[in-house]
C-alpha cells in the first residue's frame, strides 16, 4: 500500500543552529505535500506546503524541498528556537474531491538551549 | 483556537458508558474528518464527511458512530468502548477541492478505564 515514513523519530538540535527533517513518500500519484508541527497538548497545525510542480518553497525560517525523482521531502528550519520544539510530520494529499491526507509517524524536535 | 473548535478537552469514561465528542469548525468548509491519533503511530483517518455526506469509513467499530448535521458541526458519539480505544480524537476540517491542507482542533484526550 502507500505509505509516508519518516527517517529519524527524534532529531536534537542546538539553539540556533539549522534543522532539517526527512521524509520519503511512496505514492507517485500524489501532487501536495504538507508539513504540520504538533506541540505537546495541539493538534497539528499547518506550517508550508508545496505541489508537486515545485522544488522548493520557502516560508518564514521554513524552506521544504521536493525531490520527485527519489520521492524525498524535507523540511529546513533555520536559526532553531526554543519554541521550535515539537513533533513535525509530513503528509501527502492528491487532487480532487475530498481531500485525503496520508500521514507520516512524526519526527520528534527537541531544542537544546 | 484554529477556527475547529473541540469539546470536550478530556474524556474520561468507563466502557459500559455513552459519551460524544463535538466538534464545531468556523471557516466556511464543506468537509470535516474525525482522526485517532495513538503513541508512535500515524494519524488514522476514521471518518469523512464531504457536503454532509459521509464518504468514507475505515473500518471502524460500531462503537463509534459519527454524525454530521451541517457542514459546521461534526458528532463523534462513543459506546462500549475499550481500553484500547484510550488516544487523541482529532476533528479537521478541509475545502472539497481545493488543496490547501486541513485545520484541525486541538482534539480530545480519551481515557476509557
Known amino acids: 500500500g502507500e505509505s509516508v515514513g519518516l527517517h529519524l523519530p527524534t532529531l536534537s538540535v542546538q539553539e540556533g543552529d539549522n534543522s532539517i527533517i526527512n521524509c520519503a513518500y511512496s505514492?507517485?500519484?500524489?501532487?501536495?505535500f504538507i508539513w504540520y508541527k504538533q506541540e505537546s497538548g495541539k493538534g497539528p497545525q499547518f506550517i508550508i506546503d508545496i505541489r508537486s510542480n515545485m522544488d522548493k518553497r520557502q516560508g518564514q525560517r521554513v524552506t521544504v524541498l521536493l525531490n520527485k525523482t527519489v520521492k524525498h521531502l524535507s523540511l529546513q528550519i533555520a536559526a532553531t528556537q526554543p519554541g521550535d520544539s515539537a513533533v513535525y510530520f509530513c503528509a501527502e494529499s492528491d487532487s480532487g474531491g475530498y481531500q485525503k491526507v496520508t500521514f507520516g509517524t512524526g519526527t520528534k524536535l527537541q531544542v537544546i538551549p | 483556537e484554529t477556527g475547529v473548535t473541540q469539546t470536550p478537552r478530556h474524556l474520561v469514561m468507563g466502557m459500559t458508558n455513552k459519551k460524544s465528542l463535538k466538534c464545531e469548525q468556523h471557516l466556511g468548509h464543506n468537509a470535516m474528518y474525525w482522526y485517532k491519533q495513538s503513541a508512535k503511530k500515524p494519524l488514522e483517518l476514521m471518518f469523512v464527511?464531504?457536503?454532509?455526506?459521509?464518504?468514507e469509513n475505515n473500518s471502524v467499530p460500531s462503537r463509534f458512530s459519527p454524525e454530521c448535521p451541517n457542514s459546521s458541526h461534526l458528532f463523534l458519539h462513543l459506546h462500549t468502548l475499550q481500553p484500547e480505544d484510550s488516544a487523541l480524537y482529532l476533528c479537521a476540517s478541509s475545502q472539497e477541492r481545493q488543496n490547501y491542507g486541513y485545520t484541525f482542533g486541538s482534539g480530545t484526550r480519551l481515557t476509557v478505564v
Open positions: 464527511y464531504s457536503l454532509e455526506e459521509r464518504v
Open positions: 505514492n507517485s500519484a500524489s501532487d501536495y
